[in-house]
């Protein structure tokens, strides 16, 4: 039998686990901001599976960034809604 090819989420795990000694010695609120960024790459696993880029941090990075610039997007929403409250 041939061998299964590890998946996104596989993978991810696996790349956070390379950077754990960076992780290691960042400050306190550092080490949760660099968790949440893994957490954005989990959030786009399924997108990231289909994706089968063979540079898995090429994807991770284009989920980080697509789920800050889903923040940022929900952000302005606010800001505009707070300039106009009449809409």
């Given at each position: 039998m041939g061998r299964t090819k590890r998946t996104y989420r596989d993978l991810v795990r696996a790349m956070e686990k390379r950077w754990a000694d960076y992780r290691r010695v960042l400050r306190c609120d550092d080490q949760a901001a660099f968790d949440r960024l893994f957490e954005h790459a989990r959030t786009h696993a399924d997108a990231g599976g289909v994706q089968n880029h063979p540079?898995?941090?090429e994807t991770v990075l284009l989920s980080?960034?697509?789920e800050q610039q889903l923040l940022i997007d929900d952000l302005d929403d606010h800001i505009e809604a707070d300039l106009?409250?009449?809409e």
């Open positions: 540079s898995i941090e980080i960034v697509l106009n409250p009449e």
